[in-house]
């Protein structure tokens, strides 16, 4: 039985993959190091921001401190901040699955984005309301694909609602293979949705749909009810 959605955000909710790969891009450039739109999409999007310098700096043979890579993540932030601005960032039916599914669900964020970048997002759409918890960056030691994110998630979910809860009762919405393996290393039931990957990418999730207008309790309780 399903008595909890779990969200991943970016790619998912936000429609914000393109401008994190842009101020990702732009901010590598004044380090001299030059990001293709391939090899962020292919290397890349399953870390968190200090991943992603990370593997970059190792990628590289750049050797860069962690001094180095904490600002390089505050400028990656700041660049990002002015690509959002004045623009909204939500999928076609992010909004409408939320409400629908927040009447008689509880929802949380599991996100590998700063909590900030979230924060803004959900604020700027009044949005913030519908999740009983959000699970970013700074609040998981280790992200995605380790099931760290979303065993947090969960955790949170019960604290909120004063219940039990576990994992294989809660269902995670994801658009990557990393997001995935996260997911279902935490032990959630998985749903995929085509925002970022092809279907055939994303094989290993319970179902994949093409859009959030297809989710609703009843569509994920039926995943929930499968041996």
């Known amino acids: 039985m399903i008595r909890a959605v779990v969200f991943d955000f970016d790619g998912v909710i936000a429609n914000s993959e393109p401008l ?4 990702f891009r732009d901010v590598l450039a004044q380090q001299g190091v030059e990001l293709a739109k391939n090899d962020y999409y292919d290397r890349y999007l399953g870390y968190d921001d200090v991943g992603v310098f990370r593997a970059v700096s190792g990628d590289r043979r ?3 401190s962690d001094d180095r890579v904490a600002a390089l993540v505050r400028r990656k932030a700041s660049r990002l901040e002015e690509l959002e601005r004045h623009v909204s960032v939500l ?3 992010a909004e409408a699955a939320v409400q629908r599914l ?3 669900l509880p929802l949380a964020i599991a996100s590998g984005a700063l909590r900030a970048e979230i924060v803004r997002v959900l604020e700027q759409a009044g ?3 519908y999740f009983v918890a959000v699970v970013a960056a700074e609040d998981s030691p280790v992200s995605k694909p380790a099931p ?5 998630a969960v955790e949170l979910v019960a604290a909120a609602t004063g219940q039990s809860l576990k994992p294989a009762e809660c269902v995670a919405i994801e658009d990557s293979q990393w997001g995935l393996e996260s997911a279902r290393a935490a032990g959630l039931h998985t749903v995929a949705v085509t925002h970022t990957y092809s279907a055939d990418h994303l094989e290993q999730a319970d179902s994949v749909i093409a859009s959030l207008d297809e989710l609703d309790a ?3 309780r039926r995943i929930g009810s499968r041996e």
Not at 20 to 23: G, T, V, W
Not at 148 to 152: A, G, T, V
């Open 20 to 23: 994190h790969f842009a101020a």
């Open 62 to 64: 750049l050797n860069w």
């Open 91 to 93: 999928f076609p039916g």
């Open 102 to 104: 927040a009447q008689s």
């Open 127 to 129: 949005m913030s309301q």
């Open 148 to 152: 760290d994110p979303y065993l947090r």
């Open 218 to 220: 009843a569509y994920l």
